[in-house]
């Protein structure tokens, strides 16, 4: 089997800020391969739009990347090890600041914001600003680059490109916008988009025609998408595998119809009860009860605990890694101690009183780290910890 065009291992990235340090990413794996569209799915503050900065090396300060490897058509963006000294250090073959700048970032890997005024320039046309990230990216002369610009703006659905072509933003609408971005990640016919909120800010009817566009776009151009969103829907109406976020960490992933058929974890579940499904009538929606907590001091054991319907009593003991939970062809993980995979009798254990739900254990983990376990990038962490406390 080939490689993934994209791979993501055990990835983190973490916030040293006044309060402490924010686990933002804290250890995700996952794959794109070649023409799919893949969710990152969860509410704000679960990691996912620092998930994608982490992978496009454009974590600000105070944060940081700390442990992980992430892959790209087999270069090393992003890969840490273990140095003599036991710090972690940059691995050798991971590409420079410049390699990123120029071969990967808008040319391999393009980007999609949800706010598309933040990426296109006021006061230029919306035509000159294509034409120039045109004739930039791809050596295209002037003329060319401009008929180039015009045939992406048809592309995406633009109507009268020609005299489209002089407008400034201001003069097309949220929708209209988008589209240019779209072109514009388009243009460079990159093999990976990565789409961070980008229909967030639409109305439902426009948002249903971008996502019609980049469904058809996708099919003649054959990119593919990481797709960021907190919206269920969308992710069932475009994904094609889906990650759900929490607090940091992945803790289902899946094939689309299994998520939304099969679900095997309860934030999942609440995910798809808060809100309307097109294949199902419901008599109420049910909002997930409480708030997500702090990535400064998550909750010990299962970081859904506090808020889990399900929760017992080992839940706020054990911190259950992405395992393997259906016998079958698909692959089908969960991080959650009802199934059996986990063996750690559950069902044996107390369900967990509303008090009880943030009395916090004392965190056995489920991956073969066991308390007292610390990796390299765990004691970078610890240390800058300690500085920051001092
Ligand atoms: S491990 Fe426990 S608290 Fe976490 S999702 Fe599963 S049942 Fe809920």
Redesign the pocket.
Known sequence: MSEPLLQVEDLKTRFYTEEGVVRAVDGISFTVEEGEIVGLVGESGAGKSVAVSSILRLVEEPGEIVGGEVRFEGELLVGFEEGPDGELRQRDEMLSNAQMRKQIRGREIAIIFQDPMESLNPVFTVGGQLREFIELNRNMGEKAAEEEAIHMLREVGIPEPEERYDNYPHEFSGGMRQRVLIAMALACEPSLIIADEPTTALDVTVEGQILELVDDLQTEYETSFVWVTHDMGVVAEICDRVNVMYLGEI?EQAEVDDLFHDTK???TSALLDSIPRPDETVENLDPIEGVMPEAIDPPR?????TR?????E??TR?H?DLREVVDGDRPHRA????HDVFDVD?DASEP?AEKGRREFGSDIRTDGRGVGTRTASDRTADSQEVSDDE
């Open positions: 803790i974890h309860p934030y054991g299962c970081r859904f605990h889990c319907p399900d929760a017992r080992i839940c054990v259950p991080a959650c101690v009802k559950y967990l």
